[in-house]
């Protein structure tokens, strides 16, 4: 029988939990035994008298099984101590930060654990149901333009009164992912008059379909590519022309909501100090790709501050603030991904209640985001090259768009 561990995240900003009493007890009726820790989903709101219900055994944190885990199920990456007691074959399943952590995929290969990191999950019809990153993103979204709105020092819909009637505010939403486009669709939904812009003329569409207004992207010669189904980076000249463009539109807007991000790169830097100094006072700015560098200038992981009138808000950890709804979808992409790879396992004559995972490196589902297998790490790219190594070959190091 598969052991299956889901431990109490460790940060204390983190709210979510990586199984829910549903997600628990559809990996019990498949013949897993699930070993919860101890309050892993009290933030949540699911206590641990439901994940018993559900078939779970709750574990005191003293007591928790790393070492016998064949699977363990977590939201961020576990701490490197706890990491090092996995036993080599099991499989460690989250969203693992791989860039810029060299000691952390180390580890895991020199232990032998297979890791896949659901941000790399890639963007194709058959992983829709696993894509953590667009179920997370729809809740920031939507969390964001909230904030923006209780924040803003006006009315968001137009209002008519015996006074006279309150025009509706103007919300500017940059980038049109999951997250843009929820934004737009809230922003909507309280009123706003919404402007994107996005660097990809395909989402002009999406946009006018959700109530938005597009603004098309500067000249196409500079427009960056696409790659899995995210935007790559842009060049600098690409960049001071949308800057240029969008200099205008902030000085019209009351609520920006940014959003815009390149997966493994430093955000673009799309709202200058100049730009938000031209913006009008008592805007506000949410900034969701602060911990990537942010969009904004000026703005801060995790908090509020003001510039030139404009306060900047800077949306780190939005998905966390809505943590039982955020766990459940997060739950179920990993499940969905669970059953995937309990279903490769399955051989014709292994008896139904001896499930086992199947591991593929060369499944389309996985490749990409089984970032360590079999002792080693399987995106070298991800790992920078040891000291002296290029130079003894007589190469350089890949790179990667």
Known sequence: MLNLLVPREQRSAERRVAATPDTVKTCVAAGLQVQLES??????????????????????????????????????????????????????????????????????????????????????????????LSSQANIAGYKAVLLAASALNRYVPMLMTAAGTIQPARALVLGAGVAGLQAVATARRLGAIVYVSDVRPAAKEQVESLGGRFIDPPSEQERPAEAGGYALAASEAFLAAQRQQLAEQLALADLVICTAQVPGKPAPRLISDAMLAGMKPGSVVVDLAVAQGGNCEGSVAGDTVERHGVQLIGADALPSSLAQHASTLYARNLLALLQHLLAAGKADDQPDDQPRLGLDPSDPILEGCLITHTGRCLRPDLLPAPAGAAAASGSTSPTTA
């Open 39 to 132: 309050g892993a989903g009290d933030a949540a709101g699911f206590d641990d008298a439901l994940y018993a219900a559900a078939g779970a055994q709750i574990v005191s944190p003293a007591a928790l099984p790393w070492s016998a885990a064949d699977v363990v199920l977590v939201v961020a990456p576990p701490p490197v101590e706890q990491l090092a007691e996995l036993k080599s074959g099991a499989l460690l399943v989250g969203l693992l930060e791989p860039y810029d952590a060299p000691q952390r995929l180390t580890l895991l290969a020199e232990r032998g654990v297979s890791a896949v990191a659901m941000e790399l999950l890639p963007r194709i019809s058959r992983a829709q149901s696993m894509d953590v």
